[in-house]
């Protein structure tokens, strides 16, 4: 399973944003791209990666983490193997690299070791 995520560039405070991960795989015919579950963490400059949402693999259930709740928001079109974060009121502090992360469970958790496949990050910077 292979992971893109793109979309991240240079906004202003308040302004939104809304990245893509793109989910590919050989197996997919066995193992549908709905049977993952797909999170987002971010990666400040001398931070650790933190999680930010995620959402399990039929896109009825989401997670976010309490600094982004009711900001951004988690979505998915497995018709694209596509899932999406939108980012809402935009602050300086949402500065990282994302990231978006995949495990083959109907669960998402907020630590990094419980997902097996990772993307390349996007980068998101926000200006004051």
């Known amino acids: 399973v292979q992971l893109q995520a793109s979309g991240g560039g240079l906004v202003q405070a308040g302004d939104s944003l809304k990245l893509t991960c793109v989910v590919s795989?050989?197996?997919?015919?066995?193992?549908?791209?709905?049977?993952?579950?797909v999170a987002w963490f971010r990666q400040g400059p001398g931070s650790d990666r933190e999680f930010v949402g995620g959402?399990?693999?039929?896109?009825?259930?989401?997670w976010y983490s309490d600094d982004v709740r009711g900001r951004f928001a988690c979505s998915r079109d497995n018709a694209r193997n596509t899932v999406f974060l939108q980012m809402n009121s935009l602050k300086p502090e949402d500065t990282a690299v994302y990231l978006c992360?995949?495990?083959?469970?109907?669960?998402?958790?907020?630590?990094?070791?419980?997902?097996?496949?990772w993307g390349q990050g996007t980068l998101v910077t926000v200006s004051s």
């Open positions: 795989g050989s197996d997919f015919s066995r193992w549908p791209v709905s049977t993952y579950s």
């Open positions: 992360a995949a495990v083959q469970s109907p669960v998402v958790l907020n630590h990094t070791n419980w997902y097996d496949y």
């Open positions: 959402i399990n693999g039929a896109g009825g259930r989401t």
